[in-house]
């Protein structure tokens, strides 16, 4: 799992084996890391426009609709 944070949290990390990395995700580095997992499932949360991108550019990469998960707000 990556977590990405747009602004590197201070303190400690709630999991040891997660590495936060600092900037803001792109959907390349979402469809490298995808391409060897068998029917990934997406977390995206964020602002709706970030959301709407990301789904957008997960469907017609070929990811099911079911797969896509959203936390939308604003």
């Keep these: 799992m990556d977590l990405f944070l747009e602004n590197k949290a201070a303190g400690t990390l709630i999991d040891n084996t997660i590495v936060p990395i ?42 099911g609709d079911n797969n896509v998960h959203i936390d939308e707000w604003s």
């Design 22 to 63: 600092e900037g803001r995700i792109a959907f390349s580095s979402i469809k490298a890391k995808a391409q060897s997992l068998n029917d990934p499932a997406f977390f995206i949360s964020g602002p709706p426009v970030m959301i709407d991108s990301f789904k957008k550019q997960l469907i017609n990469a070929g990811v």
